[in-house]
């Protein structure tokens, strides 16, 4: 493994990021001076692989989209990290033929399992792909929230058909195929023999309440949601939830 000099990342810190990077930044100290192998499934543009590359680590990014993965080379090429990112076409249900396994220290699947044909699948698929001690960043829609949004808009029907329903769909003109709860996800995860170590809640308040709030204070939206993101209850009503789980 690469000993080279790597430094954590800093990127812009938002309520929809802010919880999800304070982990990733504790598992890159604890590997400090090394240089990870990161693989980024559904990575689009590079949010979160352009600040990894930045930080001294390769990233390779695959995504479905030709011009998600046009807009990444860009921006790693702007930031001057060409060199440790890399772009590969391909969805998440064929992620098991795009790479080796146990060859990544790090994997991030954030947005990905509630729109592929078979979560199950590419979850193993990742935990092959993860060397002994590796671990995954899961980042997925929760299913409370999405009642909870249709609710307060008054879309009652809509409430109930996804909290009856088994994938947490509210119909057939749902845009995504499945939402999660923690229990769910985490049995997911289990199922590919990775174990679970953290969990918490991304947007656990900054998609209830109005816009002019959260830009009123927006340190004090971000102290509160990093405050509430690992406590149940507030945790599981979250937009999303993140999972942070471990090959053993």
Not at 81 to 89: E, L
Not at 134 to 146: F, K, Q
Not at 162 to 177: E, I, P, Q, V
Request: charge should be negative.
């Amino acid at each position: 493994m690469d000993t080279a000099s790597t430094r954590t990342p800093r990127p812009p810190v938002t309520v929809r990021t802010a919880a999800v990077w304070a982990v990733l930044r504790r598992e890159l100290e604890r590997s400090a001076g090394r240089s990870l192998t990161v693989l980024d499934v559904g990575g689009g543009t590079g949010g979160f692989a352009v600040p990894l590359a930045e930080a001294g680590h390769t990233v390779t990014v695959v995504d479905a989209s030709p011009d998600a993965l046009a807009a990444l080379t860009r921006r790693a090429a702007d930031a001057g990290v060409a060199d440790r990112v890399h772009a590969v076409q391909g969805d998440g249900d064929a992620l098991a033929g795009l790479v080796e396994p146990a060859t990544a220290d790090l994997i991030l699947c954030h947005s990905v399992l509630e729109v592929v044909d078979d979560p199950a699948g590419v979850v193993a698929a990742i935990g092959a792909a993860l060397r002994p001690g590796g671990a995954v960043s899961l980042l997925v829609a929760g299913r409370a929230a999405a009642v909870l949004g249709r609710a307060i808009n008054g879309h009652l029907g809509a409430a109930t058909a996804l909290l009856d329903d088994t994938d947490g769909r509210a119909g057939t003109r749902d845009t995504l195929r499945r939402r999660y709860d923690a229990e769910t996800a985490s049995a997911l995860l289990g199922s590919a023999g990775l174990t679970v170590e953290e969990i918490h809640g991304v947007r656990v308040l900054a998609d209830l309440v109005p816009a002019a709030v959260v830009e009123a204070d927006q340190q004090a939206m971000l102290d509160l949601e990093l405050a509430l993101a690992a406590r149940p209850p507030f945790r599981d009503i979250a937009s999303q939830l993140h999972l942070f789980a471990r090959r053993p």
